[in-house]
């Protein structure tokens, strides 16, 4: 199992900007699906963005246009970059991993790897 660790949370203004980053502790190969969650206080996680292995991107409604995931294969890490960050975007976030059967999308991900979390505030 890839073990995972988040990074660059931080408090920030609204407007503001922050970059996520995920290291993982071996190389993402092949049919890797990898995806950034958010739980907000009080809240269920929700899934906000997500890689497939061909580089398509899925981001839920509530961010997108607005937030970014990539991936660095030469560092195994894998980012989130977020603008235009709001008060409801305060949360903890988190980074997930699943390794994907061949022509299976994120969609269908178990997410099996997932990190500590790093914490997201964003004040008005």
């Known amino acids: 199992q890839t073990q995972l660790e988040e990074s660059g949370g931080g408090s920030v203004q609204s407007g503001g900007s922050l970059r996520l980053s995920c290291a993982a502790s071996?190389?993402?190969?092949?049919?890797?699906?990898l995806g950034w969650f958010r739980q907000a206080p009080g809240k269920e996680r929700e899934g906000l963005a997500s890689?497939?292995?061909?580089?398509?991107?899925t981001y839920a409604a509530s961010v997108k246009g607005r937030f970014s995931i990539s991936r660095d294969n030469a560092k195994n890490t894998v980012y989130l970059e977020m603008n235009n960050l709001k008060p409801e975007d305060t949360g903890m976030y988190y980074c997930?991993?699943?390794?994907?059967?061949?022509?299976?999308?994120?969609?269908?991900?178990?997410?099996?790897?997932w990190g500590q979390g790093t914490q997201v505030t964003v004040s008005s």
């Open positions: 997930a991993a699943d390794l994907m059967p061949p022509g299976i999308t994120c969609g269908s991900a178990a997410w099996s790897s």
């Open positions: 071996r190389a993402f190969g092949h049919d890797y699906c």
């Open positions: 890689l497939e292995d061909d580089g398509t991107e």
